[in-house]
């Protein structure tokens, strides 16, 4: 059994819309943020949590409050102090304390006039975690509303990766879940806000790749390791991908892989928007070998050594014949390398695998593979977003799939 725990940002501020950096200074919501927290409210109502915390600064009681369940307050999920930076634009940051600034973007820990350091913020976040995770019953469920800050550090720290984290900021009023027992800590979903009706938190100017994993199939159905053998798509699997077409708004390309469960779904995505389908072989799931498409208790009788070497967490080709890990990370790089340089300044849409696109996102992450599983595959038409810009690539959002919402 495992705890979840959703954590929410906050509605748009004032400062927010402005670009101004709020800090632990008290801000109450815009019209639109205040919109926004009753969007969330209305898809959180059908959920159940045992624990409702927020933050004791005014906008995310706001946020709380609308969203509609009694909650508590906690100071330690307070946004990061900014001491002096708190009331300014990103640009007269840098204008006004540009060394301060360059060593703050490139991860130094350090502490902004005097007040609180990100590593403070962790600790002290991380405590708040802990508190929420220790009342929780085996498989109990708990709600935060919190700040941009608080969740970029939790993930950051789960994913146990370094600073600056190679993820996007989440947009406000987003979901992002946590998985967690004394086993194992996932991400299983960041920066969810398919409850918004605006595209809220895509930025402009960027190169946005939107990785798409195919609908389901019937080796999905029996646990089947699939691999490079070419399934196709259940009756649901199909529906799933014409939900996922009509969510999907302003693709300007469909890449997929060759595999028919891809090339149907990607088929689907393209139909929508009067595009083709560019195939891509690198787009391709893992290759398992001698493994593929048998379920682990029929790769147990064949080769218990190999699946004992791989839960022991060395990576190596699998079934003997198939591929490691760190290969299919390297040629997803590569193919999505080509694709962005293809279409610069566009969204696209990368129709692939679970194993492909979690390899490829690892990459990006800088996870090794023995962190691999702290990163979820994508469900079934589950997409996840990788942006592209001058400042590098960022994860953007991972395991969303609003149109499967119910």
């Not at 409850?195 to 080796?219: F, S």
């Not at 208790?297 to 190999?306: F, H, K, M």
Request: no cysteine.
């Amino acid at each position: 059994m495992a705890k979840a725990i959703t954590l929410v940002r906050h509605g748009e501020t004032t400062a927010n819309a402005a670009g101004v950096w709020q800090g632990s200074t008290n801000s109450l919501l815009s019209d639109r943020g205040q919109q926004q927290a009753a969007q969330a409210g209305a898809r959180l109502q059908q959920e159940a949590f045992d624990v409702v915390v927020a933050s004791d600064l005014g906008r995310t009681q706001q946020t709380a409050a609308a969203i509609g369940f009694e909650f508590e307050l906690d100071p330690r999920w307070r946004e990061l102090q900014l001491g002096a930076w708190e009331g300014m634009t990103r640009a007269e940051i840098i204008a006004t304390y540009p060394e301060e600034a360059a060593a703050f973007w490139t991860g130094q820990d350090m502490s902004i006039d005097g007040s609180e350091t990100i590593g403070q913020l962790t600790v002290r976040v991380g405590e708040a975690l802990e508190s929420i995770e220790a009342r929780l019953p085996a498989d109990g469920r708990a709600l935060v509303i919190t700040h941009g800050g608080p969740i970029f550090g939790i993930v950051a720290e789960i994913l146990g990766i370094s600073s600056p984290p190679p993820l996007s900021g989440v947009a406000n009023t987003s979901l992002t879940r946590l998985v967690l027992n004394e086993a194992h800590r996932e991400v299983a979903v960041y920066n969810d806000f398919g409850h918004l009706a605006e595209r809220a938190g895509d930025p402009d100017g960027v190169t946005q790749i939107v990785m798409v994993r195919h609908g389901q199939t019937k080796a999905n159905l029996e646990h089947r390791w699939q691999g490079q053998s070419d399934w196709g798509l259940t009756d649901d699997g199909v529906r799933q991908a014409e939900l996922l077409a009509a969510e999907l708004e302003g693709i300007d390309a469909v890449y997929s892989s060759p595999l028919s469960r891809a090339r149907i779904t990607a088929g689907k995505v393209a139909e929508q928007g009067g595009l083709e389908v560019a195939e891509d072989e690198a787009l391709q799931e893992i290759g398992f070998g001698t493994w593929e498409s048998k379920t682990v208790e029929e790769i147990l009788e064949i080769d218990p050594e190999g699946f004992a070497r791989l839960r022991s967490g060395e990576d190596f080709r699998r079934g003997t014949t198939g591929e490691t890990f760190t290969e299919v990370a390297d040629r997803m790089e590569q193919a999505v390398a080509r694709i962005v340089a293809a279409h610069p300044g566009e969204r696209v849409a990368v129709v692939s695998h679970g194993g492909a696109t979690r390899a490829f996102a690892t990459r990006v992450l800088g996870m090794d593979f023995a962190r691999r599983h702290r990163l979820p595959i994508l469900g079934n038409t589950a997409l996840g977003r990788i942006d592209y810009s001058d400042r590098g690539r960022v994860v953007a959002k991972w395991n969303v799939a609003p149109h499967l919402a119910g």
